[in-house]
């Protein structure tokens, strides 16, 4: 075999590749471009449309802190200067947003040197601007009078804008004017309720489609959910769907082999997006090649099986599985929550089902405006807690709530009770509750555990519930996971609930001091915290915790662990497990393998069976070779599936047989070995008995 001829034909595959690719792109970028959005947004606004969270005097109120105005004090200045203030600014309307400015307090020792940007629809909810995979904090002045202007690497749509003061002028204060950029913005939405389903119906019986342009944005607070779903009765289908706030799209084009099996093809991407804010989504495909595109991350893959066209029949369905008498789709649950700027192959879903060119009989009552389901998260870091009041001196114990994190322990619950503690933590990943009551020469102690896995991001919830001679302890709401506890045990509470972190130096204490991560739904002797009274300091108390918001972060997603490792994480930080990759260090990037048999015998190796890696830290995986170590050559085979002999009959001129060579390597592989060869061959033997060869004339 001359090696010339497989890097041609690797040169071809490539060149296919990406003209197809080229093509999708294509249609992509035929999509119209927007305006240049630089308007400025905030100062044409009335003083009502800013607020904030103290006011220093009159002069100072929030509606002076427009960029370059000096009406009242010149700016906004709070009435302490602390990291729990912020200045909030209603854009009346969601805008798109792409650019932010600040000055300090005009005339003035009074500038804000640093900040965060949070956004929300709403103004519940917030999300904190990310750059770079982390919540971003902008560099902002250094005197009162210059304007630094900041150009967003990621753009956002939200009605509202909080900015919040990292820190500020040493001479002076927090002294504030801000002006923000963008442009207007519109978007139909449909809100979905987790019954109804829009049905897009095909203008044919049957449909035979070899590319696909799918675009949409969607948020929701549910962790599972059909987006969109088509499928047909040869077997093809698309679904794509969210499963644990992962995005999941399963795709089957069909194969010759086997039916329709190895035709499948599923690819994950994405995390935490049952956040509650908007994502965008979109999919597009050319015969087996697909882009798929999450907030701005792009996947490339191909589908499995050897089909290029997607036979769908009937229709594609939006927000859940079709009613259409087949089975179910497994017990999958129906999207809860907003889409919006629904597109599929040029038509706008969303328009059409305005118009009632769609079939939507299936929702009860369909709403063409988002509507707002929220829960008032608190965010913990290490040096925060909550207090909460509850009822003293009562003889039951009844709290609940939810929280996620990454982190396999953690302090979640802590209360000093009238003759004992209760604590509630998380313990390697499980949740363990320790009550402790001492009256007069006694001690009871209960200890309850129950749960696994509980750091993986996802919202769980705890309800505990202990009073005279029992406790019962539930995870996630199944009764499977419920675990009681008959021992002696007498209650008195205590009447004030830490959550998420004690730092007070007490007689009895906690064994762990604090939580990273968040929660939400929290009920406290069975009435719900009002957080925002505490938010307003008329109950409990706060430190270093930021409210009405969840700013947790994915630091696996995307997944820098290379050549399929494993990425693990805490809330600070993540790590790979190279295990079984054949690959080490920190991100698996460096090959445990040598090159080629060559650098093997130059480590004084003899002759046997291998795994090379010829790209070293590349794109190539390793794999197995014979090498036959010589004087003056070194050979490296690579075997095939076939035995060493492997039986031929019945061939004729007629009907030829034809033998499948499976190779031990793919063709990108073996090409990385013939590239760098002097020399390949390619041997076959034929072994014949009993038989004429060339047709030879004469006895047998």
């Known amino acids: 075999m001359h090696r010339h001829r497989p890097a041609q034909g690797l040169a071809l595959l490539l060149q296919v590749a990406l003209w197809i690719f080229s093509l999708v792109s294509a249609v992509h970028g035929a999509l119209p471009t927007t305006q240049k959005c630089d308007e400025a947004l905030a100062s044409p606004l009335p003083h009502t449309a800013f607020t904030s969270s103290s006011v220093f005097s009159n002069g100072y109120a929030p509606g002076y802190a427009k960029l370059n105005r000096r009406g009242g004090a010149g700016g906004w200045s709070p009435l302490d200067s602390d990291h729990y203030q912020w200045l909030q600014v209603d854009l009346g309307s969601r805008k798109q947003v792409s650019a932010i400015a600040t000055q300090g307090r005009y005339s003035s020792s009074d500038w804000t040197t640093q900040y965060r940007l949070l956004y929300s629809d709403t103004g519940r909810n917030w999300k904190p601007y990310h750059q770079d995979g982390n919540i971003w904090a902008f560099s902002g002045n250094s005197n009162s009078e210059s304007s630094v202007r900041h150009e967003l690497q990621q753009g956002f749509v939200a009605r509202f804008l909080r900015l919040v003061p990292l820190d500020w002028s040493e001479e002076g204060r927090i002294g504030l004017r801000i002006e923000v950029y963008g442009c207007s913005y519109w978007a139909g939405v449909i809100n979905f309720d987790g019954q109804g389903v829009i049905s897009y119906r095909f203008k044919v019986k049957k449909m035979k489609i070899i590319k696909d342009v799918i675009a949409l944005r969607f948020k929701t607070s549910e962790s599972d959910g059909v987006i969109l779903h088509g499928e047909g009765q040869q077997g093809d289908y698309i679904t794509l769907e969210l499963r644990k706030a992962k995005l999941l799209l399963q795709i089957n084009l069909g194969s010759n082999q086997y039916g329709s099996i190895l035709g499948h093809t599923s690819v994950t991407t994405g995390s935490l997006l049952d956040d509650n804010h908007w994502h965008s989504v979109v999919l597009e495909r050319y015969r087996r090649n697909v882009n798929f595109t999450l907030d701005r991350h792009t996947q490339h893959f191909r589908t499995n099986g050897e089909f290029d066209h997607l036979d769908l029949d009937y229709e594609l369905s939006f927000g859940g599985m079709p009613y259409s008498g087949k089975p179910s789709g497994g017990g999958r649950k129906n999207f809860k929550g907003c889409m919006e700027s629904i597109n599929y192959n040029g038509d706008n879903i969303t328009d059409l089902a305005r118009r009632k060119k769609l079939d939507t009989s299936s929702f009860r009552n369909l709403s063409f405006s988002c509507v707002e389901t929220h829960s008032f998260s608190v965010f913990f870091n290490a040096t925060s807690f909550l ?187 993540f790590s790979c497990s190279c295990d079984g990759t054949g690959y080490t260090g920190a991100t698996c990037h460096t090959s445990i393998y040598e090159p080629s048999c060559e650098a093997y015998k130059h480590l004084g190796r003899s002759s046997d069976t291998y795994w090379i890696d010829p790209d070293g830290s590349g794109l190539l995986g390793p794999f197995k070779v014979n090498c036959n170590m010589t004087e003056d050559k070194v050979w490296t085979t690579v075997m095939n599936n076939l035995p060493p002999k492997t039986t031929v009959t019945g061939s004729s001129r007629e009907r030829r047989t034809v033998l499948q060579v499976n190779y031990s390597a793919s063709m990108d592989q073996m090409t990385a070995i013939t590239t760098s060869a002097e020399s390949c061959e390619q041997q076959i033997a034929y072994s014949c008995r009993m038989s004429r060869l060339l047709n030879t004339p004469g006895k047998s």
């Open 387 to 573: 207090q909460l009041p509850g009822r003293a001196n009562h003889n039951t114990i009844s709290v609940s709530f939810q929280f996620r994190t990454w982190n396999p322990d953690g302090l979640l619950l802590f209360s000093n009770l009238d003759d004992g503690t209760l604590e509630i933590s998380l313990e390697e990943s499980r949740v363990v509750v320790h009550i402790n009551v001492t009256k007069g020469t006694s001690n009871n102690q209960v200890d309850l555990s129950s749960g696994s896995s509980l750091n993986d991001g996802q919202w769980h919830s705890i309800r505990l519930v202990a009073k005279e001679n029992f406790a019962m302890l539930t995870i996630d709401g199944e009764e499977a996971s419920a675990v009681r506890s008959t021992s002696p045990l007498s209650i008195t509470t205590g009447g004030t609930y830490h959550m998420g972190g004690y730092f007070l130096q007490t007689l009895l204490s906690p064994s762990l001091r604090s939580f990273q991560g968040c929660m939400q739904a929290i009920l406290v002797d069975d009435q719900p915290a009002d957080l925002h009274a505490v938010e307003k300091g008329t109950m409990g108390a706060f430190e270093n915790v930021s409210l009405d918001m969840c700013a947790i972060i994915d630091r696996c997603m995307p997944n820098h662990c290379e050549h399929g490792g494993r990425c693990k994480q805490t809330w600070d930080s």
